[in-house]
């Protein structure tokens, strides 16, 4: 941590953390940190990106996305404001099951339903100096557990969202979670069809998945226009994941709920009718000081030949992993080059 740390004020009594600002290293990168950023009141950040990526993200983890315009939306496009009170609903969502001490601890990471009263927790927002990277971290204080998730743009790939869980603890934990993101939007939803008409929407939604591979497929079963003519809905958005063996998936947030309370979850291959998700379900064991990570990988506008050739590459690409932290850095250095281009990179400390 760099000596330039300075305090924000909050403008609130109550709060009783100390928000901080301070420029912090990981992984060779240098990253603007606001500590206790839950005590500040939500503010929007412009998530930036090389390529045709845009997304718009709440500090409380609430975001729309998509790819050259709102018209190939992976999240709803709306306002500010109902993207900010979504986030429980919209993007990133994770619940734990801790077993130690013949005791099931459920942990929430980002949600409101969990006060302080329940844990004492900490939560941070990193963002990286050139913008095209964000990081949430909740740190868990009484279990001495961290979890922490990163949304990075990938030319090739789409969105690709890293999430890692560490053990700060001297304590072996069993862990049950289930972590991903909802409420996905099926390809050939226009903006204003989903502001107008959302549920009518719902209703055309089928959720699938490849169950070899693990592609989640987010498409309408037909396309929703106001003729009586057939239209066929030939394209979609898709998600996978990389890192965990073996998990059970999900592509509805219907069950979680029954995780909440500790009950069953079954898998889901095939859901119509509901918001689409995908969520990784597994069990996994963290000895003291260990971490685990993992990532989903989304994209939007693909058509039957983009499904085959991602379903190819996850199945036989063995190096798939180091093919997406390459491109992502790849994106990096070409936004880089395309500040620099227009004069943009500060040199002199002016």
């Given at each position: 941590i760099m000596s330039n740390s300075q305090t924000i004020n909050t403008n609130t009594e109550s709060a009783t953390k100390n928000v901080s600002m301070d420029v912090v290293l990981i992984e060779g990168e240098h990253y603007y940190k606001i500590a206790n950023n839950d005590a500040m009141r939500p503010f929007f950040m412009s998530i930036v990106s090389d390529s045709n990526h845009w997304m718009f993200i709440s500090s409380n983890g609430g975001l729309t996305a998509g790819r050259k315009n709102a018209e190939f939306a992976l999240f709803p496009y709306y306002t500010?404001?109902?993207?900010?009170?979504?986030?429980?609903?919209?993007?990133?969502?994770?619940?734990?099951?801790?077993?130690?001490?013949?005791?099931?601890?459920?942990?929430?990471?980002?949600?409101?339903?969990?006060?302080?009263?329940?844990y004492a927790i900490s939560r941070n927002l990193y963002k990286n100096r050139y913008g095209n990277k964000v990081i949430f971290e909740e740190v868990n204080h009484d279990l001495e557990i961290t979890y922490r998730y990163q949304w990075n743009s990938s030319n090739h790939y789409g969105f690709v969202r890293k999430s890692e869980l560490l053990n700060n603890s001297k304590n072996k934990y069993s862990i049950e979670f289930i972590d991903g993101i909802q409420?996905?939007?099926?390809?050939?939803?226009?903006?204003?069809?989903?502001?107008?008409?959302?549920?009518?929407?719902?209703?055309?939604?089928?959720?699938?998945?490849?169950?070899?591979?693990?592609?989640?497929?987010?498409?309408?079963?037909?396309?929703?226009?106001?003729?009586?003519?057939?239209?066929?809905?030939?394209?979609?958005?898709?998600?996978?994941?990389?890192?965990?063996?073996?998990?059970?998936?999900?592509?509805?947030?219907?069950?979680?709920?029954?995780?909440?309370?500790?009950?069953?979850?079954?898998?889901?291959?095939?859901?119509k009718g509901e918001k689409g998700a995908y969520c990784l379900h597994t069990e996994i064991t963290l000895d003291e000081n260990s971490k685990k990570e993992w990532m989903l990988i989304a994209n939007v506008n693909q058509d039957h030949s983009d499904v085959a050739r991602t379903i190819k590459t996850i199945q036989n690409e063995k190096n798939i992993k180091d093919l997406i932290h390459q491109d992502i850095e790849l994106g990096t250095q070409k936004l880089i080059a395309l500040n620099a281009s227009s004069d943009a990179l500060q040199l002199t400390n002016d």
């Open positions: 500010d404001d109902k993207i900010t009170e979504s986030a429980d609903i919209t993007g990133s969502k994770s619940i734990f099951q801790i077993h130690f001490n013949n005791q099931i601890h459920v942990w929430e990471p980002f949600s409101e339903r969990f006060s302080e009263n329940k409420n996905i939007l099926p390809f050939g939803v226009s903006s204003d069809l989903q502001n107008a008409a959302s549920n009518l929407v719902d209703a055309y939604k089928r959720n699938q998945l490849h169950q070899k591979s693990g592609l989640g497929i987010f498409a309408l079963s037909a396309i929703i226009v106001d003729k009586a003519e057939p239209s066929e809905a030939l394209r979609s958005n898709i998600v996978w994941s990389l890192g965990l063996e073996n998990p059970n998936y999900l592509v509805s947030s219907l069950q979680l709920s029954k995780f909440r309370k500790k009950q069953k979850v079954n898998p889901e291959h095939d859901v």
